[in-house]
């Protein structure tokens, strides 16, 4: 029903910045709260950053607080996540989300997001 395709990951170095975006299929994403998630080889999926369907609500993990920026352009379809202050721990997977349940502003949860991209990869050298 709706299809994400994740871009702009790639190697950065230690206090580098990244932005990735995440482009939606479709004519109804702006009835989706968006989030950003990540897994690193060996460990769970985590949380990121999430984002309300009209933008105006944001969380973020502690970890990536003050360093990442998650935003969204309903015109466009997209959702973004800026990345500055990169560290060698946010190496990962990145993957976007979308949540279709409009009772929530959003989900720090994974398994209440519905579709999911496929990934891009974030490599951060020290």
């Known amino acids: 029903q709706v299809q994400l395709v994740e871009s702009g990951g790639g190697l950065v170095q230690a206090g580098g910045s990244l932005r990735l975006s995440c482009a939606a299929s479709?004519?109804?994403?702006?009835?989706?709260?968006m989030g950003w998630f990540r897994q690193a080889p060996g460990k769970e999926r985590e949380f990121v950053a999430a984002i309300s369907r009209s933008g105006s609500t944001t969380d973020y993990a502690n970890s990536v607080k003050g360093r990442f920026t998650i935003s969204r352009d309903n015109a466009k379809n997209t959702v973004y996540l800026q990345m500055n202050s990169l560290k060698p721990e946010d190496t990962a997977v990145y993957y976007c989300?979308?949540?279709?349940?409009?009772?929530?502003?959003?989900?720090?949860?994974?398994?209440?997001?519905?579709?999911w991209g496929q990934g891009t990869q974030v490599t951060v050298s020290s």
């Open positions: 989300a979308a949540d279709s349940d409009r009772l929530r502003l959003l989900s720090i949860r994974g398994s209440q997001y519905d579709y």
């Open positions: 479709g004519r109804t994403f702006a009835t989706y709260a």
